[in-house]
């Protein structure tokens, strides 16, 4: 299950991200965090970029309210994504097939 965190704000989802990878997509759960895969290198941010815009596009929200906000230079990572609620997220991702289950 997705650790996931509600505050007054937004939602902190864990991330485990896998760069280089075939395609972009949202792979599932990985050990309590959503699997993320980028076909960006993890230089010069370029891996955070595609990640940070894959989950706006994947959740209909703007690229400004998604924010990594730990885990800058890690596979493991922590996004904040502002306006939402940890039930809008998990609708959404269980609409697109990413996940089975409500957190």
């Given amino acids: 299950m997705i650790e996931v965190t509600e ?6 989802i864990p991330l485990r991200v896998q ?6 997509r949202i792979a599932g ?3 309590g965090a959503l ?3 980028v076909t960006s290198p993890p230089e010069d941010g370029k ?5 940070i815009k894959l989950i706006a596009k994947q959740l209909r929200v703007a690229r400004s ?6 885990g800058q230079s890690s596979r493991q990572k922590k ?4 306006a939402v609620s940890a039930s809008d997220v998990s609708r959404k ?3 697109a097939g990413v996940v089975s289950a409500e957190w």
Avoid: F, M
């Fill in 7 to 12: 505050d007054a704000t937004g939602v902190i």
């Fill in 19 to 24: 760069p280089k990878a075939s395609s972009d």
């Fill in 29 to 31: 759960e990985h050990a």
């Fill in 35 to 37: 699997k993320v895969c």
């Fill in 47 to 51: 891996a955070n970029a595609a990640v």
């Fill in 65 to 70: 309210s998604v924010e990594i906000v730990s």
């Fill in 79 to 82: 996004i904040h994504i502002s």
């Fill in 93 to 95: 991702l269980a609409a």
